[in-house]
């Protein structure tokens, strides 16, 4: 008798606390209980937007999809997303190019720009209300890169054609009234609601075909050679030619643990502002700083702040540290941006991860060939999402993306 290898289900945690400004925004989808034995051509275990997407782009390339979440559809941390969208990656490009090597570094970036616009697209075609804006990103001079670095940055990033700009402090100050060293302010970034994103795509999915199952938690994966069989919560099975393990922040085994790190991050979101506390273009803005802080704003006219990222895992201190870290937010954006009559109306922590070199990483688990675990890492953890949906899409054709050597981690 053939010898089966199997995977145990990483177990549960608490993926964010406090209130996070998305916690009613999503669309209602109807799933299925798993009331018998199942089968399908791909499974994808989790429904977060990593799951969502690559659901979305495997049912509409004529896949036979099931999804299956042990919590509700977009509840886990993309509820604790602020959702801005860029191209750029937590390490500079000049940064990159030094860890993994220019041409590698080149691919990384135009390769997440290009993910950026396909987003948009896919959001468009399947006419997804996600709440997209395109926005500039403005990043601003920090400790970990000061003005002259991020001339040279703009400069790299201007050679491979990405929309990017430098600014000289006179012109941070008198545009938007930032007192920093330098910035670049570069296009092609974008924001958008992510619990209404990952809802969309799933009810995209669904007219497409596919079959959300919530709750249900997979318990263990085993390869059925050339399969795979899911045993779930339920008591019943899934069985299918591949498996998609879109788990987020818990994190599969199999993925080395070299080539992540799960840490905290902290975000507010304050109350309605008044047109005139906005500055131009609303752009995102965010800093070369470690841990850095970032901020967007949001159709209802608040503005949302995140950072304070820290080397913590307790979900229980997590939660503790609410109140300090959204004050310290507070307190930075206020300065920041000259305004003191700004409030923090929501607040909120959540688990985030952190990769060596800032991208993401999809691996096939050693003994499970039929599958494909995503982990997406760093602060444009969604356009690592698209990424990964594109990836896994050619993969479910037998065929490899010919940027898959990146993501396989450093
Ligand atoms: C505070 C904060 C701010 C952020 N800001 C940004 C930002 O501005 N821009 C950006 O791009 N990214 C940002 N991120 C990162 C981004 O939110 C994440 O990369 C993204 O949400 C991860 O989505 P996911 O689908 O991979 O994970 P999740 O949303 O967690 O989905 C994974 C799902 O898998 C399910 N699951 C796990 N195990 C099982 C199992 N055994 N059986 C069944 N289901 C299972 C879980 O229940 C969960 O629903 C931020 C994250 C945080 C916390």
Redesign the pocket.
């Known amino acids: 008798m053939a010898s089966y290898k199997s995977v145990v289900?990483?177990r549960k945690k608490d993926?964010?606390d406090g209130i996070s400004l998305w916690h009613d925004s999503g669309a209602h989808i109807s799933t299925r209980k798993l009331k018998k034995n199942i089968s399908a051509e791909i499974v994808v275990?989790?429904?977060?937007?990593?799951?969502a997407l690559s659901a979305l782009e495997l049912s509409a390339a004529g896949h036979d999809v099931v999804v299956?979440?042990?919590?509700a559809p977009?509840?886990?941390?993309?509820l604790?997303?602020?959702?801005?969208?860029?191209f750029e990656l937590d390490t500079p490009l000049t940064v990159l190019q030094k860890k993994i090597g220019p041409a590698r570094a080149n691919r990384a970036y135009k390769r997440s720009a290009k993910a950026v616009r396909d987003l948009s697209k896919l959001l468009e075609t399947h006419d997804i209300s996600a709440q997209w804006r395109n926005r500039e990103a403005l990043y601003l001079a920090g400790g970990e890169m000061g003005y002259r670095g991020l001339q040279k940055e703009a400069e790299a990033r201007q050679k491979l054609k990405l929309p990017s700009e430098y600014l000289s402090h006179a012109e941070l100050l008198a545009e938007y009234n930032i007192n920093r060293t330098g910035a670049i302010l570069s296009g092609g970034s974008a924001e958008l609601n992510?619990v209404a994103t990952a809802s969309g795509c799933l009810k995209a999915a669904q007219t497409l075909g596919a079959r959300i199952f919530s709750p249900?938690?997979?318990l263990s994966a085993t390869s059925t050679h050339p399969g795979v069989q899911l045993e779930t919560s339920s008591g019943f099975t899934i069985s299918a030619s591949r498996v998609v393990f879109?788990?987020?922040?818990?994190v599969m085994a199999g993925i080395p643990k070299d080539q992540f790190e799960v840490i905290s991050?902290?975000?507010i979101a304050t109350q309605s502002l008044a047109d005139a506390d906005f500055w131009p273009g609303r752009c995102l803005i965010w800093e070369a700083s470690e841990p850095y802080l970032?901020a967007r704003t949001t159709p209802d006219n608040r503005i949302l702040v995140?950072g304070g990222d820290q080397r913590l895992t307790d979900p229980h201190k997590r939660e503790q540290a609410i109140p300090r870290k959204s004050a310290a937010l507070l307190k930075q954006i206020k300065s920041m941006l000259s305004k003191n009559h700004l409030q923090a109306e929501f607040q909120w922590?959540?688990?985030?991860a952190n990769s060596p070199a800032g991208l993401p990483v999809f691996r096939q688990l050693p003994s499970i060939p039929g599958s494909m675990a995503i982990l997406?890492c760093g602060?444009?953890?969604?356009?690592?999402?698209m990424i990964a949906a594109q990836v896994v899409t050619k993969w479910a054709r037998g065929r490899s993306d010919p940027d898959l050597d990146l993501f396989l981690g450093t």
């Not at 922590?349 to 985030?352: I, N, Q, T, W």
Request: charged fraction near 10%; aromatic fraction near 8%; proline fraction near 4%.
């Open positions: 289900m990483p993926l964010h275990v989790g429904a977060g937007i990593s799951g299956i979440d042990r919590r977009s509840t886990g941390s993309t604790a997303s602020t959702a801005m969208i860029q992510p249900c938690e997979a879109a788990t987020g922040y818990e991050s902290w975000a970032y995140g922590g959540g688990a985030f997406g602060g444009n953890g969604i356009t690592c999402s």
